[in-house]
């Protein structure tokens, strides 16, 4: 995967968001404790949840230092550390979200990555999502656990590591298990690569586009 000048870039900022009917709540958790566990819901900020309280209708039913269960919209789910549950509708439609394109043509818009907010530019010439390390770091990430790999830049080949992050959302939209990249340097911005557009129907309509979750 290379990122250079060449490199086609479609810029997301903020769209309308395409919501049909109303979706079960996705959750995602980052920390478990007897009792008690740190979750991510629709990918907000990470919060600590006792037993028996309810948050966006998820409800902690039980917790302990291996896993968690919840009562979300009525279903209960038992998940690990770093595991996800993705929200979708009773009736089984597809999840959508639609962009406006800013006054250079470019495409706009925010979401989150583990659960922290990022701001994505996607580059459909870019195999997976890639951060930079700094942005890594933040996450609270252990990047360097991954493969290490060298990916060519403008400024030249810099330090990489493979990595998977748990979840990738955008507006209603989100996907689990997504294949990334850790930048050493040389990478501003966020790239939302092919790894998760890979599961997008993706189309574009004058000043509009529409991603459509595929799985």
């Given at each position: 995967?290379?990122?250079?000048?060449?490199?086609?870039?479609?810029?997301?900022?903020?769209?309308?968001?395409?919501?049909?009917?109303?979706?079960?709540?996705?959750?995602?958790?980052?920390?478990?404790?007897?009792?008690?566990?740190?979750?991510?819901?629709d990918?907000?900020?990470?919060?600590?949840?006792?037993?028996?309280?309810?948050?966006?209708?998820?409800?902690l039913?039980?917790?302990?230092?291996?896993?968690?269960?919840?009562?979300?919209?009525?279903?209960?789910?038992?998940?690990?550390?770093?595991q996800?549950?993705?929200?979708?509708?009773?009736?089984?439609?597809r999840?959508?979200?639609?962009?406006?394109?800013?006054?250079?043509?470019?495409?706009?818009?925010?979401?989150?990555?583990?659960?922290?907010?990022m701001?994505f530019?996607?580059?459909?010439?870019?195999?997976?999502?890639?951060?930079?390390?700094?942005?890594?770091?933040?996450?609270?990430?252990?990047?360097?656990?991954?493969?290490?790999?060298?990916?060519?830049?403008?400024?030249?080949?810099?330090?990489?590591?493979?990595?998977?992050?748990?979840?990738?959302?955008?507006?209603?939209?989100?996907?689990?298990?997504?294949?990334?990249?850790?930048?050493?340097?040389?990478?501003?911005?966020p790239?939302?690569?092919m790894?998760?557009?890979?599961?997008?129907e993706?189309?574009?309509?004058?000043?509009?586009?529409?991603?459509?979750?595929?799985y």
């Amino acid at each position: 995967m290379a990122f250079n000048r060449k490199s086609t870039f479609f810029i997301l900022s903020a769209g309308a968001f395409v919501c049909t009917s109303a979706w079960a709540a996705g959750v995602s958790v980052v920390g478990l404790f007897k009792d008690k566990a740190i979750v991510s819901i629709d990918g907000g900020k990470p919060r600590t949840l006792s037993i028996g309280q309810t948050v966006q209708g998820v409800r902690l039913v039980a917790a302990d230092s291996g896993s968690a269960s919840f009562d979300v919209d009525g279903k209960r789910r038992t998940l690990g550390m770093g595991q996800s549950f993705a929200g979708g509708t009773a009736t089984g439609e597809r999840q959508s979200v639609s962009l406006t394109a800013d006054a250079r043509g470019h495409f706009a818009a925010s979401g989150s990555l583990n659960g922290y907010p990022m701001t994505f530019l996607v580059d459909t010439g870019a195999t997976t999502i890639a951060i930079n390390a700094a942005e890594a770091k933040r996450m609270g990430l252990d990047y360097k656990a991954g493969q290490a790999v060298g990916v060519g830049t403008a400024a030249g080949v810099v330090p990489a590591w493979r990595v998977k992050f748990n979840t990738v959302k955008i507006g209603n939209i989100t996907v689990n298990q997504v294949d990334g990249m850790v930048v050493e340097s040389g990478l501003s911005v966020p790239l939302l690569g092919m790894s998760f557009l890979n599961r997008m129907e993706m189309k574009r309509d004058g000043q509009t586009m529409t991603l459509t979750q595929r799985y």
